[in-house]
């Protein structure tokens, strides 16, 4: 059975960083094109930003220059580098992996940013 688990949230204030991640078992990791999402109370998931096989990445414009998506194919990691928080950007973060109509999640994991 496939699992992603996400590690690294937490509470911080804005303008501090927290670094995301998700290790993935059961899976060949380095065909899966890897994001990363989160969803807010009362509004729908989103996605943050994408790696994909390749190592091409997209990021939604609203963390664009704040987030950093990176993989290492020899840990079947993922992470998300986010700096500068914000306090719109506190939600559940949760891990996907994507490949040939495939999709797994992660169970998620609270980033909380206030003062």
């Known amino acids: 059975q496939v699992q992603l688990v996400e590690s690294g949230g937490g509470l911080v204030q804005p303008g501090e960083s927290l670094r995301l991640s998700c290790a993935a078992s059961r899976i060949t990791f380095r065909i899966y094109d890897m994001g990363w999402y989160r969803q807010a109370p009362g509004k729908e998931r989103e996605l943050v930003a994408v790696?994909?096989?390749?190592?091409?990445?997209r990021y939604t414009d609203s963390v664009k220059g704040r987030f950093t998506i990176s993989r290492d194919n020899g840990k079947n990691t993922v992470s998300l580098q986010m700096n500068s928080l914000k306090p719109e950007d506190t939600a559940v973060y949760y891990c996907n992996a994507a490949w040939s109509g495939l999709s797994y999640w992660g169970q998620g994991t609270q980033v909380t940013v206030s003062s």
């Open positions: 790696i994909t096989s390749g190592g091409s990445t």
